[in-house]
Structure formats: structure tokens, C-alpha cells
């Protein structure tokens, strides 16, 4: 996104990092600037060598000026970075969350307090791009481009930002994905691309017998008829959950929330060549080619599955659990979160869930709307925000 924003003339395109010496590491690998490579549609490749004006650990540096903030880090590390930007930002900032991950308005709110009021939260659902890392700080590959791509915007009553809101961000992305403004911030909550990697793990790990593979296997393309079946019917609820919120908040559009294989069509058509149903329409998505489960190495050649990788560590706590405390104050019953959620969070050692209610000690680790005092469906429908 850096290198992306740094080849716009009117953009100057700064890059914070908090994370140890990551600054320093960097700003030597750019002295011969940074190669991006897009891997086509149609197979051929293109180059983009880029350079940020400025990579710093210091959030002053950073921040001050700056009209559109991206945050881009993993969702753990959100909090770290609000509180780091907070006392340098202006008034009429937009703050994107690209991804935000569920409950990251929630946590925008109550981290920048009245200053929040001042801003404009748009949260994407998903990255743009499938990505991978080739050389830290020098070199990235965009294995694929998603199609479209929605983002909601909330923007605080005091805020008085004038220009259209996404067109920034289109205008860096460049034609692809195409952009669209989701109706409001529930709804790209319910459709956050959070739900897809724990269901896929819970299914492919909660029989193993623990014993080393002799390969990381694939993860989008290794998707079976289990994780399916699991990962649609956490989708079912979500659309449950959107209808069920449609019927009580009179006016409320709920119609961007859609089932994860039509998802999956929208985004990624271009991409797939068997769209006959959810787990062919993932297992031939050439956007994610090679794309592997998180593993560990106990010895060479021998892997274990990484239980503390993002794929549980951030999308449960972050992702589908804010979607459970979204679909309680609906009242819609969730079987297919419930036993994803229980499953995951025996992994990370914490209590979410007991029996099928959001009334564990550790709730207070997620960003689940109850933690934010959000006790009935009308409160995350009033405010000093405009959805």
C-alpha cells in the first residue's frame, strides 16, 4: 500500500512502524527502493519499483499533517497504534482500517474518545490483494487482485471532511478491486473475511492425531468437505443474524451481507474456474495458489500446525467473536459459531464462551460489542456517528 500510495506525485506516503528496530530495517533495504510484483490474470507479470517518502517509529513524525491514516497491521496490534496516533492527529482525519476486522470501529471509539467524533472510521472487509512476501523491506508479490471490494463508512458528527470518502483509496488501488460503500458498519462486520480461516482450521485440526506432516498443506485449495460445510453455515448465521437485525432497526440495509460462496463469486470471479459450489469455487481460486495452513517445523521436514498464527490468535477474539455478540443482541442462536468458537478457544487457552453465551472471564480480551458496554441492539445504532 506504500509503495502503491508513493507512486501517486500528490501523495506523500509515510510508513509507521512500532515494531522494534522494523523502522531502521527498512529504511536501509529502501535505498534502492522497493520492488512490487503483479502477477496478471493472465499469467504474465509486471514490475512496479516504488519508495515510501518515510519510514519512522516515531508517530509524531508520522502522523502530523496526515489526512488519511491506513492501518494495515494485524488487529492484536490495533490498540498499540491508535493510542500512538491519537495525540497527533488532526481534526477531520479519516482512519482506515484496511482490514479493520470485526469490532474495529468499536475500538476506534472507545480508544480515541471525543476525538473520535472529529474523524471519519472506514473499515474494509477484506485486503485488495492475495500477497506474498518475497524479501522484508525490498520486495512483495500480488498474487492476486480481488475483483470488488466493500468498505463502510462512519463518520462522527463533528467531522467535516467533504471529499468523497473512498475515492482516495481507489485512487491508489488503481482499477482493480472496484470500490463501493457498504451501507453500514453492522453489516461489514457480518461480512468480514475474519470468518473464513477459523472455521477452515477448526476442520482440518480438530482430529489430528498429532503427528508431524511431512508437508504444509494447502489452505484455501486444501479446503474439504467438512470445512465446507462449516464455514457456510457460520455464514448462515451471519445472514441470519443481518435479516434478524433488518426486521428490528426499521430502514437499517442490511443487503450487502451475502452468503460466503456468493462472496467468494463477487470477489474472485475473475479467478475461479469451477464455481459449481463453495469448496470448488475455493479449492480453483488461482488467487490462491500455493497458499499454505500456518505450520511450525519441529525438525526438518516435520510440521505442526501453528496455533498462535493470526488465523485464531486475531480472526476468534477479533473476527467471529464480535460477530457472536452482534448475532446475541439479535437473538438468533449460532450452532456453528458456538462449536468453531469453543474449539479455538481451548487453543488459546481462553474462556469466550460457556455453553453458548459471550459470559467468559476473558471476554474482556475481545472486541465483542458487550465488552464495549453495547448490552441491547439499539446501541450500536446511536451516537454521536453518522452510518
Known amino acids: 500500500l506504500a509503495g502503491l500510495a508513493s507512486l501517486k506525485s500528490n501523495i506523500e506516503s509515510r510508513v509507521l512502524t512500532l515494531y522494534s528496530d522494523e523502522a531502521e530495517r527498512w529504511t536501509a533495504k529502501l535505498e534502492s527502493g522497493l520492488l512490487i510484483t503483479v502477477r496478471n490474470d493472465d499469467g504474465s507479470e509486471s514490475l512496479i519499483q516504488t519508495k515510501p517518502s518515510m519510514v519512522t517509529k516515531d508517530p509524531k513524525e508520522a502522523v502530523s499533517g496526515a489526512h488519511y491514516i491506513f492501518i494495515v497491521v494485524p488487529a492484536f496490534a490495533h490498540t498499540s497504534y491508535l493510542d500512538a496516533i ?13 482490514p479493520g476486522q470485526a469490532g474495529f470501529e468499536f ?34 508479490e500480488i498474487l492476486g487482485i480481488k475483483d470488488t471490494l466493500g468498505a463502510s463508512v462512519l463518520k462522527g ?68 468437505e467438512r470445512q465446507a460445510e462449516l464455514l457456510s453455515g457460520v455464514s448462515d448465521e451471519c445472514l441470519a443474524t443481518a435479516k434478524a437485525i433488518k426486521k428490528k432497526v426499521p430502514g437499517l440495509d442490511m443487503s ?58 486475531e480472526d476468534v477474539s477479533m473476527g467471529i467473536v464480535p ?32 455453553g453458548n453465551k459471550l459470559t467468559g472471564k476473558d471476554l474482556k480480551d475481545t472486541r465483542a460489542p458487550q465488552k464495549y458496554g453495547y448490552n441491547k441492539l439499539e446501541d450500536l445504532f446511536t451516537g454521536n456517528y453518522s452510518i
Open 323 to 354: 460477530i457472536k455478540g452482534i448475532a446475541e443482541l439479535a437473538g438468533i442462536s449460532t450452532p456453528y459459531l458456538d462449536e468453531v468458537i469453543t474449539w479455538c478457544q481451548g487453543k488459546l487457552n481462553k474462556e469466550f464462551l460457556v
Open 107 to 140: 475500538e476506534c471509539v472507545d480508544l480515541l474518545g471525543d476525538k473520535a467524533k472529529h474523524c471519519t472510521i472506514v473499515t474494509f472487509e477484506s485486503l485488495p490483494w492475495a500477497c506474498r512476501l518475497i524479501e522484508f523491506g525490498k520486495n512483495v
Open 86 to 98: 491519537n495525540p497527533y492527529m488532526g481534526k477531520n482525519t479519516v482512519i482506515v482500517g484496511l
Open 256 to 313: 450487502d451481507v451475502i452468503h460466503v460462496f456468493d462472496w467468494y463469486l463477487k470477489h474472485y470471479n475473475s479467478h475461479i474456474t469451477n464455481k459449481s459450489n463453495l469448496m470448488m469455487a475455493m479449492k480453483t481460486n488461482k488467487a490462491y495458489d500455493g497458499l499454505v495452513h500456518p505450520m511450525k517445523a519441529v525438525e526438518p521436514g516435520k510440521y505442526v500446525p501453528d496455533f498462535t498464527y493470526r488465523y485464531i490468535r
Open 157 to 224: 458528527e463533528q467531522c467535516f471532511e467533504t471529499r468523497p470518502i473512498l475515492d482516495l483509496s481507489q485512487y491508489i488501488f488503481g482499477d482493480k478491486p472496484k470500490l463501493r460503500c457498504v451501507q453500514n458498519y453492522i453489516a461489514i462486520t457480518l461480512m468480514a473475511d475474519s470468518t473464513v480461516h477459523p472455521p477452515i482450521m477448526y476442520g482440518k485440526w480438530s482430529q489430528w492425531n498429532g503427528i508431524p506432516l511431512s508437508e504444509k498443506p494447502l489452505f484455501y485449495q486444501g479446503i474439504d
